[in-house]
């Protein structure tokens, strides 16, 4: 009786066995992958047609974002944004913490700033 089908089987149980075993070795409290989010400022909707903050996001805009996202930039490194489809909270949210090749802008913007290039994104003026 040929014993290679058997010891195949046993040692892809025992491959298995272990990698239900690795699975299972984190820690239960161990942390999330990813770092908890910031939550966006409360009323940052109600402020979305400040004139003021507005323009001041324009400029923001100029000067971080046109390089990934602005009709120059080169193709393909960042989505075109579809401010149709965003809330403030949203846009928020990724400025702030930033999204996988969206880089996070929390060490370098207060808040107040972001809030300004949020308006902006989603105001009339918007222009990529
Ligand atoms: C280094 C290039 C880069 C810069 C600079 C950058 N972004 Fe992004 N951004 C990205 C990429 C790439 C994504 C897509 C992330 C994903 O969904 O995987 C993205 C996604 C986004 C989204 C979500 C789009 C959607 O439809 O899901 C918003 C909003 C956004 N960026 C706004 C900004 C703003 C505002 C700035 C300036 C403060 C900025 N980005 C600067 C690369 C960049």
Redesign the pocket.
Known sequence: MPSRPMGGLAAASATTLLLIAVAFAQPADSPPEEAPRDPPPAGLADRMKDAALISQGEK??QD??????GAK?YPG???K??PR??TPD??WD??HNG?????P?KEV?SPDE?AA??A??LSDDFFP
Not at 64 to 69: A, K, R
Not at 99 to 103: E, G, L, Q, S, T
């Open positions: 923001l805009w971080q974002c046109t390089h990934c996202h930039a490194k960042a989505p944004l579809r489809a965003y949203f846009v990724r400025v999204f996988r090749a969206m880089p802008w913007y972001i290039v949020v902006y994104v």
